[in-house]
């Protein structure tokens, strides 16, 4: 008995998976053609333009494993800020927790030095995670106070942040050997996470992945997901029945802050070895968009961080080949955004 009520749920949770994916490829193609109208306006070659962009990043390994690199920051903050909007919550502060993760991660590496690779590592995931999380903390409890939005705090603390790691590199931790590009010193071989198949791919991935399927289980299967989602949908009712606000708010966001924390610890971790000023090219600001494009479906978060991975890897071949600057590549994303806007009925997400 309990087998034919499975088959039902699993062939409607496949069709339900299949839309979402083909849903968003549905918008980018829509984005690409009306892209290429623009680069046709500008008197270039739009089907070579797109050729060499998809070319440059797909036929090659290298390609692929560059859009691959690019993504893995984009899921952690895309979940960093989709996690909190479930609770009403409007995280604009990943690009800031992502910067203080990977601050405080650079600490862990430069100090502890000594420790073998399996402590070392989790020990700077644990304060990368610390890291965003208390610069969350700070915009979560001013929320829950009733005192200031979090909109605003989270993205004025997002040009603090930048500049707490700048003194720092420029200061206590600044390599003597480096006068003309500051950075730190570089991480000892049991700080860096490791790479797979001779790419620039790291263990980030997979961490990534594993905490976007935990993110889909908790919201889907958990009471705790349960509680989060009525806060979302009526705050006032989930009070009356019982659920602590203030404590969801500061807890949710400081998840949130967390993961964007691990974002950073994985881009300097697993990427640049080193901490360096502008190591992120405004990863939290993408995962905001990535979230909102995705409405936080956990699928959606994958496919959106993939296709906006391959747009900003294709930009400097857009560079290179059709001489576009590249802000060709911002304008793309508008675009997007614009699609998903004004997206027909038939293209918006099915409600159960």
């Known amino acids: 008995m309990s087998q034919n009520i499975d088959t039902p749920f699993r062939t409607s949770l496949l069709i339900s998976t299949l839309w979402v994916v083909v849903r968003y490829l549905i918008i980018f193609l829509v984005a690409f053609v009306l892209f290429g109208v ?28 560059e859009v691959i690199v690019k993504m893995i920051p984009l899921i952690f903050a895309a979940i960093a800020v989709a ?44 304060l990368g995670m610390i890291g965003g999380s208390l610069w969350a903390f700070i915009p979560a409890f001013l929320r829950a106070r009733g005192l200031v939005n979090e909109t605003i705090t989270t993205l004025l603390m ?32 049991a700080a860096r996470l490791p790479t797979f198949w001779g790419t620039r791919v790291h263990l980030g991935l997979v961490i990534a992945l594993v905490l976007l399927v935990w993110y889909w289980y908790v919201m889907t299967y958990t009471r705790w997901g349960l509680e989060i989602r009525a806060i979302g949908g009526n705050p006032q009712a989930a009070c009356r029945n019982g659920i602590p606000l203030t404590t969801y708010i500061i807890v949710v966001m400081c998840l949130g802050g967390a993961l964007a ?12 070895g080193r901490l360096r000023p502008g190591f992120s ?41 059709q ?7 911002n304008i793309l994303l508008a675009i997007t955004l614009f699609v998903v806007l004004a997206r027909p009925s038939f293209l918006k997400e099915k409600k159960a």
């Open 323 to 329: 001489g576009l600057p590249f802000a060709v590549v």
């Open 38 to 65: 623009i680069l046709l306006i500008a008197g270039k070659d739009p089907v070579l333009a797109i050729k060499d962009t998809f070319s440059s990043t797909l036929r090659s390994t290298y390609g692929f494993s």
């Open 158 to 189: 997002n040009y603090v942040a930048p500049s707490v790691v700048t003194f720092f590199i420029y200061g206590p931790w600044r390599s003597p050997g480096n006068a003309l590009y500051p950075q730190t010193v570089d991480f000892v071989p």
């Open 83 to 126: 996690l909190p909007s479930r609770v009403g919550l409007i995280n604009v502060g990943g690009e800031g927790q992502l910067y203080m993760g990977a601050w405080l991660a650079t600490w862990g590496a430069l100090t502890f030095t000594p420790l073998p690779p399996w402590v070392l590592l989790p020990l700077m995931m644990l």
């Open 261 to 272: 924390g691990l974002a950073g610890m994985s881009e300097i971790s697993g990427l640049h």
């Open 281 to 321: 090219p405004g990863f939290g600001y993408l995962g905001f968009l990535i979230s909102w494009l995705s409405g936080g479906n956990p699928i959606g978060i994958l496919v959106m961080s993939f296709v906006i991975a391959l747009i900003t890897s294709g930009g400097d071949i857009l560079q290179i080949n």
